[in-house]
């Protein structure tokens, strides 16, 4: 649906040439919802913004749809640009205008007669669930009504593509998850790509099949959600990952702990199986968890366990070679005393 | 006795206060027209802006601050020739409104510039997202967005103007500066002046007054 081909964009002022993104090129697939993450500075802002041309890359080639839009005329890029959705951090609602008008406009801008404007900003309004706050003002409104008055000005004109510039960064975690469930759903029954641009691990997570983690202009890795949460490659990736996968036990237990401490992660099925068990009955191990967690990730499972294991250091090793062997993700975290 | 002195100049104090509102109104007017879209082009054709255009923002910006610039007693002088040619005359109310909207275009130009440039541009570019051109921008995101500002830059510049005409009155253009000049400096009639001032003073409060109540009713933020 959105193919960018090395995009760069450089910044050029008298004295020194600043590289926001640095020959990127990614595909995102129709109906898929894809995130990019990246720390305050990272390009990905930027490369969102290349998506509708609101920032014009340097060099590179923007395919949405299969149009390039670097090629369009202004007048087909406008006509392009309905067909591409945005929303942003800061909502940007017309401040003098009512609900109703703020999302009009959008269908004003796409030549939609009065008559039909008025159906369809009612049937919107439905959608985002602000059927109520039709004639209010923006500054009567909450953070989270603001990004649904706003989601519903980016869907007015029917977009295949909807571009959320870190759409949930300024609102509170309920609020959050509110907005998040609102894109899931505009996503799964309208069809509709979604890209997000985030630095909230939680927020990729929650929506997000597939993401890229970007870094000084560069997507660093990228793949799969949940190869990204259960085999982060990059470092910058790990400490993403960590804050929502957080595991630090306290320095009272590790130093009161004499056996070996290992690191088990179980994928998909595994997850479901009793490796723990097999092992304590097959070895002359006891073992004892100290800390764990399954996370669903897109309703996949992914459990991480840290354990004790006590017993003979030959019977440690054996176990621990077993649960390799099964489990595939063991990191040995602290060597038995 | 100083009452039915009072009485007698009230009909000259009574044209000449319409004669203010004459050639303030009409400059008004003026600044209106040509003021209002030369300030829209100001902040449009600004870098970064959707309508970037680096000529037009020179030689918008320069002409701008070349008259406004120009003390406006030095412009009134210089400006008779054009008047002349204009009107025929460079005496009366009518005459004063030439350079009274002269000075006015760039001064309430500034002020819907920078009255446009608080909105965030964010806003602008929500709409450029959604596909709209920069006539609808202009007319649907930004005028709205500027009304409360356009409603006390107008109010400023109102009272900027009536204090300017006053300077007009004195080289012939009629008005409630002309009044206080003849009857306060060169007759030292104190009761005129006084008087004049005292119908200025309730002027000003009144438009200032009126400015703020329209702009705090049409502000929605």
Known sequence: ?337 | MEFSRLIEILPELNTAFFQTLYMVGVALLVAIVIGLPLGIILYVTDKGFFLENKLVKSVAGVITNLVRSIPFIILLVFLLPLTDTMLGTTIGPTAAAVPLSVAAIPFFARIVESAAREIDKGVIEAAISVGASPWMIIKDIILPEIKPGIISGLTITTISLIGFSAMAGTIGGGGIGDLAIRYGYYRYDDLVMYTTVIVLIVLVQVIQYTGDFIAKSVNKR
């Open chain 1, 1 to 337: 649906m959105i193919e960018l081909q090395e995009i760069e964009k450089v910044y050029q002022s008298k004295h020194q040439k600043v590289v926001g993104v640095d020959n990127v090129s990614l595909n995102v697939n129709k109906g898929e919802v894809y995130g990019i993450v990246g720390y305050s500075g990272a390009g990905k802002s930027t490369l969102l913004r290349c998506m509708n041309i609101l920032e014009r890359p340097t060099s590179g080639a923007v395919l949405v749809g299969g149009v390039n839009l670097l090629t369009l005329p202004p007048k087909a890029l406008r006509t392009a640009r309905q067909s591409i959705g945005m929303i942003f951090q800061g909502f940007y609602l017309v401040a003098s205008k009512t609900v109703f008008e703020n999302v009009a406009f959008a269908l004003k801008a796409a030549g939609i007669d009065k008559a039909s404007r008025k159906n369809r900003v009612v049937e919107l309004l439905e959608l985002v669930g602000l059927s109520d706050k039709i004639n209010h003002y923006p500054a009567q409104l909450s953070g989270g009504q603001k990004q649904r008055v706003s989601i519903a000005r980016a869907l007015a004109n029917n977009p295949k593509v909807l571009l959320c510039d870190e759409a949930t960064s300024s609102l509170d975690p309920s609020t959050t998850k509110s907005i998040l469930a609102l894109l899931k759903k505009i996503n799964k029954e309208l069809g509709i790509t979604i890209v997000v641009i985030t630095h909230e691990m939680e927020v990729v997570k929650e929506i997000c099949q597939r993401c890229a983690v970007m870094q000084d202009g560069r997507i660093i890795e990228e793949g799969p959600v949940y190869d990204i949460f259960s085999d982060p490659k990059e470092e910058l990736t790990k400490n993403f990952i960590e804050t929502v996968l957080q595991f630090s036990l306290p320095e009272k237990l590790l130093e009161s702990c004499k056996g070996t401490l290992v690191k088990l992660q179980f994928r998909g099925k595994l997850a479901e199986e009793a490796i723990v068990s097999d092992m304590m009955q097959g070895f002359q191990v006891s073992g004892n968890i100290l800390h764990g967690k399954v996370e669903y990730i897109q309703d996949a499972p992914l459990g991480i366990f840290i354990m004790e294991l006590n017993g003979s250091k030959e019977e440690v090793e054996k176990a621990i070679a077993y649960l390799e062997d099964r489990v595939k993700q063991v990191e040995v975290i602290q060597d038995g005393i």
